[in-house]
């Protein structure tokens, strides 16, 4: 089997070069069971194995300065100017859940040594001759499971519970998103994208513009202890797993999953965008995605298969649709669902419910604190 390179080669042991006139000239020999130790001190990278189908590693392919990184920015920059003091009022709430939290401990390791004491009156010959000892004993028993019960009833109350104006004008694009976000979540194939690069498609023989570094993800509705609420919000993880994002009427709470540190994100001030994509994908294929078309993973200019590569194979295209969420504060994510279509209608209910708040109404109320839209 003979090809012509030009610009950069690839080696694929053994191999047997001619320099020509016209260019370079490899035979590849795969029936061969060792390479060619000529080759291994000249300036190549050896690469490859025949029992592997698939493209090649691309990573020579990369074009400079077209890399973009996704789950990046800092949590503590991101809360929009109007919502700092609904913050303020949630950090306050956190230190006093603290605090409440750290006084059940104690008021339960009390407990515990009444109880502790309570059995030991009843066993000793001082309960016996005594009986305050073991009412003072009794008592206390009583006395800390009180106390107990009372600190119980302050971390419940300690937790701010936010309601929401919901008017018919806000009321029907949050259902939409709703309706849609729950379409997203049961896609077969959902992923966060970490990083996307353009590549010199000609170099790598490819008819993908592009090569992205992607993880599988989930999509939740749950609620976080920090905010109370009667619906639960939409929630899906950010920062590639390291914070969580939930979607709320009028503004989204970023969560680090550690619990250092969170920010509120006005609606209004959140970039979201959908696009579709035609994605050439190597691995298991979303039973609910759309077929597009068959490439080679090595190809020629035309699409044609590019026959220098024995093992080469056929991949499909599937059609995807793309999430993007972005803010002024640092946040910048993208994701991939297999259902374009409810990726569509969701990013449609948020921006629709962004233009109802744009427009101006509803308020937020979070305790006894009314903050302005």
């Given at each position: 089997?003979?090809?012509?390179?030009?610009?950069?080669?690839?080696?694929?042991?053994?191999?047997?070069?001619?320099?020509?006139?016209?260019?370079?000239?490899?035979?590849?020999?795969?029936?061969?069971?060792?390479?060619?130790?000529?080759?291994l001190?000249?300036?190549?990278?050896?690469?490859?194995?025949?029992?592997?189908?698939?493209?090649?590693?691309?990573?020579?392919?990369?074009?400079?300065?077209?890399?973009?990184?996704?789950?990046?920015?800092?949590?503590?920059?991101?809360?929009?100017?109007?919502?700092?003091?609904?913050?303020?009022?949630?950090?306050?709430?956190?230190?006093?859940?603290?605090?409440?939290?750290?006084?059940?401990?104690?008021?339960?390791?009390?407990?515990?040594?009444?109880?502790?004491?309570?059995?030991?009156?009843?066993?000793?010959?001082?309960?016996?001759?005594?009986?305050?000892?073991?009412?003072r004993?009794?008592?206390?028993?009583?006395?800390?499971?009180?106390?107990?019960?009372t600190?119980?009833?302050?971390?419940?109350?300690?937790?701010?519970?936010?309601?929401?104006?919901?008017?018919?004008?806000?009321?029907?694009?949050?259902?939409?998103?709703?309706?849609?976000?729950?379409?997203?979540?049961?896609?077969?194939?959902?992923?966060?994208?970490?990083?996307?690069?353009?590549?010199?498609?000609?170099?790598?023989?490819?008819?993908?513009?592009?090569?992205?570094?992607?993880?599988?993800?989930q999509?939740?509705?749950?609620?976080?202890?920090?905010?109370?609420?009667?619906?639960?919000?939409?929630?899906?993880?950010?920062q590639?797993?390291?914070?969580?994002?939930?979607?709320?009427?009028?503004?989204?709470?970023?969560?680090?999953?550690?619990?250092?540190?969170?920010?509120?994100?006005?609606?209004?001030?959140?970039?979201?965008?959908?696009?579709?994509?035609?994605?050439?994908?190597?691995?298991?294929?979303?039973?609910?995605?759309?077929?597009?078309?068959?490439?080679?993973?090595?190809?020629?200019?035309?699409?044609?298969?590019?026959?220098?590569?024995?093992?080469?194979?056929?991949?499909?295209?599937?059609?995807?649709?793309?999430?993007?969420?972005?803010?002024?504060?640092?946040?910048?994510?993208?994701?991939?669902?297999?259902?374009?279509?409810?990726?569509?209608?969701?990013?449609?209910?948020?921006?629709?419910?962004?233009?109802?708040l744009?427009s101006?109404?509803?308020?937020?109320?979070?305790?006894?604190?009314?903050?302005?839209?």
């Amino acid at each position: 089997m003979t090809s012509r390179f030009r610009g950069e080669l690839t080696i694929i042991p053994p191999v047997r070069i001619a320099v020509r006139r016209r260019g370079l000239e490899t035979t590849v020999d795969w029936s061969s069971q060792h390479a060619d130790r000529a080759l291994l001190g000249a300036d190549f990278r050896l690469i490859g194995d025949p029992g592997r189908s698939g493209p090649l590693p691309t990573d020579r392919f990369l074009i400079p300065g077209t890399r973009v990184d996704f789950g990046g920015g800092n949590i503590g920059a991101m809360t929009s100017a109007g919502l700092s003091q609904f913050k303020e009022l949630l950090i306050a709430t956190q230190a006093r859940e603290r605090a409440i939290r750290s006084d059940i401990r104690k008021a339960r390791f009390q407990y515990a040594l009444s109880w502790t004491t309570r059995a030991l009156a009843w066993s000793s010959l001082v309960s016996v001759i005594s009986k305050s000892a073991r009412a003072r004993a009794q008592q206390a028993v009583a006395l800390r499971r009180a106390e107990i019960a009372t600190l119980d009833g302050n971390l419940q109350a300690s937790r701010i519970s936010v309601s929401f104006n919901m008017e018919t004008p806000v009321a029907e694009p949050h259902q939409r998103s709703l309706g849609a976000f729950d379409q997203l979540a049961a896609s077969s194939g959902r992923w966060a994208l970490k990083t996307s690069q353009m590549i010199d498609r000609v170099k790598a023989r490819s008819m993908s513009n592009a090569v992205v570094d992607r993880r599988a993800t989930q999509l939740t509705r749950r609620t976080d202890p920090l905010v109370d609420t009667a619906d639960l919000p939409l929630s899906l993880p950010v920062q590639n797993g390291r914070s969580t994002v939930y979607f709320y009427p009028g503004f989204v709470l970023v969560v680090d999953a550690a619990r250092s540190d969170f920010a509120l994100i006005d609606l209004k001030e959140l970039e979201i965008s959908h696009t579709t994509t035609n994605f050439t994908e190597e691995e298991r294929i979303p039973s609910d995605a759309r077929l597009v078309r068959k490439v080679w993973a090595k190809s020629n200019k035309d699409g044609s298969r590019d026959r220098r590569f024995r093992d080469n194979r056929e991949l499909p295209v599937m059609l995807y649709g793309e999430l993007t969420l972005r803010s002024k504060g640092g946040l910048h994510e993208a994701f991939l669902f297999s259902r374009h279509d409810a990726c569509e209608a969701f990013v449609r209910a948020i921006k629709d419910l962004k233009r109802v708040l744009m427009s101006g109404a509803p308020m937020v109320s979070g305790g006894s604190k009314t903050l302005p839209r």
